[in-house]
């Protein structure tokens, strides 16, 4: 019963260090997107895509890559981290039907860059 | 997209019912709305989703009138499990052609006390 797995859980980073957050989910949905939550905020759509091979920005995609290889990962990738990107990075999946959609989340991953 | 408006946040007692509010007034013909909850250091979780009227699952109660302008979450009996973030979402399937993309806004805090 994996549904959305995030590694790692915690990270500490060097400013201008890079890095790969993984995110992997095992219900073959075609939707994948990575969001990030900071303090007393909501959720902000960084990238997401809509199948393998195909990805699109999201609300706040500066500082971070990703790509969609395969159905089941969706790694976010931090070029050159810098303290503005700390905070909680939540990946999720969907699929779409006519009854509209559900988005699965994983548990998170909180990173700190110092 | 769709803006949404929630109340910041609310308070209630062990075994009260707890409506909140969801405004949405340039919802579009497509768009479903979808509501989420959010434990402290864990991804949101999908409550309920509808359309129009009324719909009902084990948790929840959702409330949407005729114009659909607006929508109200109802939590029957709450407990002090039930002290969370609570998001309202309004859109069409996740990632469409059009770009369609479900945003997070800042949620509602709900504190239910004994």
């Known amino acids: 019963n994996a549904g959305v797995t995030q590694t790692p859980k915690f990270q500490v980073l060097k400013t201008g260090q890079s890095m790969t957050l993984q995110c992997a989910q095992d219900m073959n949905h075609e939707y994948m997107s990575w969001y990030r939550q900071d303090p007393g905020m909501g959720l902000r759509l960084i990238h997401y895509s809509v199948g393998a091979g195909i990805t699109d920005q999201g609300e706040v995609p500066n500082g971070y890559n990703v790509s969609r290889s395969t159905t089941e990962d969706f790694p976010l990738r931090l070029l050159s981290a810098a303290p503005s990107q700390t905070s909680v990075y939540f990946c999720a999946s969907s699929y779409s039907s006519r009854a509209g959609n559900t988005i699965y989340f994983g548990e998170g991953s909180w990173l700190t860059v110092v | 997209l769709a803006k949404t408006t929630q109340p910041i946040s609310m308070d209630s007692y062990e075994g009260q019912e707890v409506n909140i509010t969801c405004s949405h007034n340039?919802?579009?013909?497509?768009?479903?709305i979808t509501w989420y909850q959010q434990f402290p250091s864990q991804g949101p979780r999908f409550i309920i989703q509808g359309y129009k009227t009324k719909v009902t699952n084990e948790v929840a109660s959702l409330f949407i009138p005729a114009d659909r302008k607006s929508s109200t979450l109802s939590l029957p009996r709450v407990s002090l499990s039930d002290t969370a973030v609570y998001y309202c979402l309004v859109g069409a399937f996740l990632f469409t052609g059009g770009g369609n993309k479900l945003t997070f806004g800042t949620g509602t805090q709900l504190k239910v006390e004994l």
């Open positions: 340039n919802i579009a013909t497509n768009d479903y």
